[in-house]
């Protein structure tokens, strides 16, 4: 049974509330920490979410998201790579324990190229999150997402990438979302250990409604979560658990009620 002191809300998995409406959940549930995203924290403002945060006592698993710096042109490629600065700046203000990189992807970019673009980008944004103390953690997606979101598509190849760079300022984050279909992936987790940052649970729904938005609450599908979370553990990862949900059924449903089914799931099968 996971420990409620390690639950972390994704604000993912309730969409349509804003960073107060998340942290008062927080609150009201008994959920500790909060993962935030960078466009709510947009909408709120900057200091005003770190000032939420602070006046509930919440703590911040993560940031999401910086990377995405596949691009065709140089010119959008450092656009994206100054974005990426100001997302280390928000991860610090907020003091979370990363800023969570999926690093895209592009139909106009042969897929050999892009992750060459990941390595540079990751070559100038890591000396700049080093100045400002803040983590880096990469997250490899499914490979279905290898066209349109991420090149990064398992923990073997997150590690080559982080490798360059020490274990306290590269390092993963792995969601079971993405890593449960691997065969090798208790042996990879094992080779992570060190360099994990973070770890998300969620279900994978059969058959999948939805590529992007088609994830399930854990127990609604047929990732064993306990499993991974007990590998995760044993390679020496002992912090916040995000429960990061993309469903657009679970988003029309009041986020109480969502919270509710969470803190239930993940106490029982996480």
């Not at 910086?66 to 700046?89: H, L, Q, Y």
């Not at 982080?162 to 300022?169: C, I, V």
């Not at 059969?206 to 047929?222: E, F, I, K, N």
């Not at 916040?240 to 949900?245: F, G, L, M, Q």
Request: aromatic share 6%; glycine share 8%; hydrophobic share 45%.
């Amino acid at each position: 049974m996971a420990d409620i002191q390690r639950l972390s809300l994704n604000q993912a998995t309730v969409q349509n509330w804003s960073v107060k409406e998340a942290v008062d959940g927080c609150v009201r549930h008994g959920i500790p920490s909060i993962a935030l995203w960078r466009h709510k924290i947009h909408e709120a403002g900057l200091q005003q979410s770190a000032q939420h945060v602070r006046d509930a006592g919440l703590h911040v698993s993560s940031v999401c998201r910086g990377g995405m710096f596949i691009a065709p042109s140089a010119a959008e490629r450092k656009e994206r790579i100054m974005d990426n600065f100001r997302a280390v700046e928000e991860a610090k203000e907020l003091n979370a324990d990363s800023l969570v990189l999926v690093v895209g992807a592009s139909t106009e970019v042969p897929i050999a190229d892009a992750r060459q673009m990941v390595a540079d980008g990751l070559a100038e944004l890591v000396p700049y999150a080093r100045e400002q103390g803040v983590k880096i953690g990469l997250e490899p997606l499914h490979p279905m997402y290898a066209g349109d979101r991420s090149v990064l598509n398992t923990i073997d190849q997150s590690l080559a990438m982080a490798a360059p760079y020490s274990a306290d300022e590269v390092g993963l984050i792995l969601d079971v979302f993405h890593i449960w279909w691997d065969p090798t992936v208790f042996e990879q987790i094992q080779r992570a250990a060190g360099r994990i940052f973070g770890f998300h649970a969620c279900d994978w729904l059969v058959p999948l409604p939805d590529t992007l938005l088609g994830r399930g609450v854990m127990g609604d599908g047929v990732i064993d979560n306990r499993a991974l979370r007990l590998a995760v553990d044993a390679a020496g990862y002992n912090g916040p658990i995000e429960v990061e949900i993309f469903n657009q059924a679970l988003w029309d449903t009041p986020g109480n009620e969502v919270l509710t089914k969470v803190v239930e799931r993940f106490t029982a099968l996480v």
